[in-house]
């Protein structure tokens, strides 16, 4: 059974930082592309950022300089390093996972990110 399970929200203020992590299990973690999403209220789910096997990184342009995605295979960890927070910020962010043969996608339960003074 596939599982991946978000932490790391919660309230921060403008400019202030978190971090979130994602623990997979019952994936090959190694072989599976990871990103961040998020969907904030009234707004459809975007990508925030990805990161593939090898390392390779994407990010939308919202977030670009400010958040940093990593891995760690051995530990089957993903993790968002979200930096200079802004209110626009403030969404559900999910874990995704997808594999690269089936294309099968999973998603972790969320976590809220709230960002306000």
């Known amino acids: 059974q596939v599982q991946l399970v978000e932490s790391g929200g919660g309230l921060v203020q403008p400019g202030g930082s978190l971090r979130l992590s994602c623990a997979a299990s019952g994936i090959i973690f190694s072989i599976n592309a990871m990103g961040w999403y998020r969907q904030a209220p009234g707004k459809q789910r975007e990508l925030v950022a990805a990161?593939?096997?090898?390392?390779?990184?994407n990010y939308a342009d919202s977030v670009k300089g400010r958040f940093t995605i990593s891995r760690d295979n051995a530990k089957k960890m993903v993790y968002l390093q979200m930096n200079s927070l802004k209110p626009d910020d403030t969404a559900v962010y999910y874990c995704n996972s997808k594999a690269p043969i089936t294309g099968d996608v999973y998603w972790g339960q969320g976590t809220q990110v709230t960002v306000s003074s």
């Open positions: 990161i593939t096997t090898g390392g390779s990184t």
